[in-house]
């Protein structure tokens, strides 16, 4: 199981005073230097976080994978394509939302997101489709094209006793139907210190994106310690 560290909300304390401090470009060296297998950002529409300038410089200086979030908005696919990321995460997005709050309707939205699935595949980019784990949604992405999924745990975080146990099973069912389709198989959204162990449990899992838990548990311990801390847990030091 691989880790991803999300780094967007290191950018959103730079932006909310307008500092050039904390430097994006140090955060995820730290996360590297950790042991973070790659480093996620998302550039927003309203770019409330991450900077196109932090794309590129980070570009330039992460010496694991870029993963970039985006929505199949034309200036943000614009600067995908000239940057190419090691891979893009699309993901749905609305202005008013704290964070992204539902899966991608690759179903619903399969003529809009094709032409720009196929235009990061030809540059090489490994795309994935964040989605709810619904079968309806699972199909489509296999059929666009996309090598990966990342499945929207956000759900399960967000519920309580058996209602988390039905969202446990509708990823368990979802990741697995995933593989039998061929793809690859990610998973983020709302996972912290102490939601972790099922998740870990689905054998089909490929890499966890996972940032607001690490970047609050950096505040107190710092974000080297914070990244080792998710990495013990994944079993990974
Ligand atoms: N994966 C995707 C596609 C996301 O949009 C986000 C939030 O930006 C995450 C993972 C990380 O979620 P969290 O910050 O809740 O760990």
């Known amino acids: 199981m691989r880790l991803g560290v ?8 730079r932006q909310a005073r307008g500092t050039p401090y904390p430097d994006l470009v140090e955060a995820a060296a730290i996360a590297e230097r950790a042991g973070a297998d790659g480093i996620t950002i ?3 529409e309203d770019r409330r976080h991450i900077q196109e300038s932090d794309v590129r410089s980070l570009r330039k200086t992460l010496r694991t994978r870029m993963n970039l979030e ?17 891979e893009v995460c699309m993901v749905p997005e609305r202005r008013l939302e704290l964070t992204t709050e539902g899966g991608l309707d690759v179903a619903g939205k ?8 196929c235009a990061l595949r030809d540059k090489g980019v490994e795309v994935s ?24 745990t956000g ?9 988390r146990a039905e969202e446990l099973e509708r990823i368990r069912t979802a990741a697995r139907e995933a593989a039998k389709l061929g793809l690859k198989v ?32 950096s ?10 801390e998710m990495l013990r847990l994944i079993g990974r030091e």
Do not use: K, W
């Not at 505040?219 to 080792?228: I, P, Q, T, Y």
């Open 6 to 13: 999300n780094i967007d909300h290191i950018a959103s304390l």
């Open 42 to 44: 998302h550039l927003r």
């Open 70 to 86: 985006m929505a199949n908005s034309p200036d943000v696919v614009a600067v995908a394509l000239e940057v190419v990321p090691d």
């Open 110 to 117: 399969f003529a809009e997101l094709e032409p720009t699935v």
């Open 129 to 152: 489709m964040f989605i709810d784990p619904d079968m309806r949604q699972v199909e489509a992405s296999a059929r666009i094209g996309a090598p990966y999924i990342e499945l929207h």
């Open 155 to 163: 759900a399960y975080a967000n519920a309580v006793g058996t209602a």
């Open 186 to 217: 990610n998973a983020g959204h709302g996972l912290d210190y102490g939601n972790l162990a099922d998740i870990l449990a689905i054998p089909e899992l490929d890499t966890l994106n996972i940032g607001h838990s690490i970047v609050c548990r």
């Open 219 to 228: 505040v107190f311990v710092g974000l080297e310690n914070a990244v080792r």
